[in-house]
Nanobody
Framework: VQLQASGGGLVQAGGSLRLSCAAS????????MGWYRQLPGKQRELVAN???????RYADSVKGRFTISRDNAKNTVYLQMGSLKPEDTAVYYC???????????????WGQGTQVTVSS
């Protein structure tokens, strides 16, 4: 199972970006999909995740500004980021729980990371 993330870049404070992450490969089933971010020298932290039933969870710091969604037909998760702040600057990683064909339970898969930089 491979994850391909895209959509990062440089944006001014107050602007918007949309991240996408598509899962591909021998996928039997996908469970929770999510986005994490990591600042230099800090631990990776959850930004938002979305379950198969479309229930969501957000970090307090992004509530009301970011929206996570998924397209199950495309095995893709999105993160719509609005009202961006300089402190949102980080490398963003997507994560997917998936059962591969031939597997017996969910494993965690990670994308390669995409840089988001918000200038003040």
């Amino acid at each position: 199972v491979q994850l391909q993330a895209s959509g990062g870049g440089l944006v001014q404070a107050g602007g918007s970006l949309r991240l996408s992450c598509a899962a591909s490969g021998p996928i039997f089933s996908i469970g929770t999909m999510g986005w994490y971010r990591q600042l230099p020298g800090k631990q990776r932290e959850l930004v938002a995740n979305i379950n198969k039933d479309d229930s969501t969870r957000y970090a307090d710091s992004v509530k009301g500004r970011f929206t996570i969604s998924r397209d199950n037909a495309k095995n893709t998760v999105y993160l719509q980021m609005g009202s961006l702040k300089p402190e949102d600057t980080a490398v963003y990683y997507c994560s997917v729980e998936a059962v591969a064909f031939g597997g017996t339970w969910f494993d965690d898969y990670w994308g390669q990371g995409t840089q988001v930089t918000v200038s003040s």
